[in-house]
């Protein structure tokens, strides 16, 4: 004889719950079988091993090569109207570049890995000129957009590396950077078209960058303005 343990109300041996109040029943049977009963899935973990960086590296890096020289094959035994492959190989080149920091040689510095991310699309740029016939827009802007680029990149990577660095500060290389850029932009297109060396559009970005930055230059140099304002953003 049972009874509830939740409303005393006596049980009958083939229950499974309480008929007033519907709890549920465990009889003695019932313990010892869930005891011995074996799941059904094992309760240790595993964990399955790593790919190494350098089989990874060598995978991707045979993916890239195959794909350059069977475009490149391609290119010269079957499609010969005109030079297609080379926008391919260059850019399986610029992957390849790219990919060197991230999985083959993650040791190389930042600094010389945007040096040569620059070097690899000024070269890519360079193999586009066997495409349109002629070479003198890259001579004349591409290769200096690439330079202008590039050094950006480089001076804003060390800002963030070497000077204090904190969401604000951050912002406010972003938003120069992004202002000279343009600025940058716009006097090499009006030198490559032959046109007077003056701002136009760029003028609006940069003025809209200086205010930005005259803004956080404002919060970073008042502590009780810099904490309001983080407090509010959550950073």
Not at 114 to 143: E, I, K, N, Q
Not at 222 to 229: F, G
Request: with cysteine; aromatic share 10%.
């Amino acid at each position: 004889m049972s009874y509830c343990v939740n409303c005393g109300v006596e049980l009958h041996a083939s229950a499974r719950k309480c008929p007033l109040c519907n709890t549920p029943v465990w009889h003695l049977d019932m313990l010892e079988q869930m005891a011995h009963a074996v799941p059904p899935f094992p309760e240790e973990k595993g964990q399955v091993e790593a790919v190494k960086r350098k089989d990874l590296g060598l995978l991707l890096s045979i993916v890239v090569l195959a794909t350059a020289v069977t475009c490149g094959l391609l290119n010269f035994l079957t499609f010969r109207r005109d030079l297609w492959s080379l926008a391919v190989i260059g850019a399986c080149v610029v992957l390849w570049v790219i990919m060197i920091p991230a999985v083959i040689y993650v040791k190389q510095s930042v600094y010389v890995s945007l040096l040569l991310d620059g070097a690899a699309v000024g070269l890519y740029l360079y193999m586009l000129t066997y495409l349109t016939g002629s070479a003198g827009w890259f001579w004349g802007l591409g290769l200096y957009i690439v330079l202008l680029v590039t050094g950006l990149l480089e001076v804003f990577t060390f800002c963030v590396r070497k000077l204090p660095r904190s969401f604000l500060t951050v912002a406010l290389y972003v938003f120069t950077g992004a202002g000279l850029l343009c600025v940058g932009l716009e006097l090499l297109i009006r030198n490559y078209l032959g046109g007077a060396l003056r701002l136009g559009w760029s003028a609006v970005v940069l003025t809209v960058c200086g205010i930005l930055d005259v803004a956080i230059i404002t919060m970073l140099s008042r502590r009780r303005l810099r904490d309001a304002v983080r407090k509010r953003l959550h950073f």
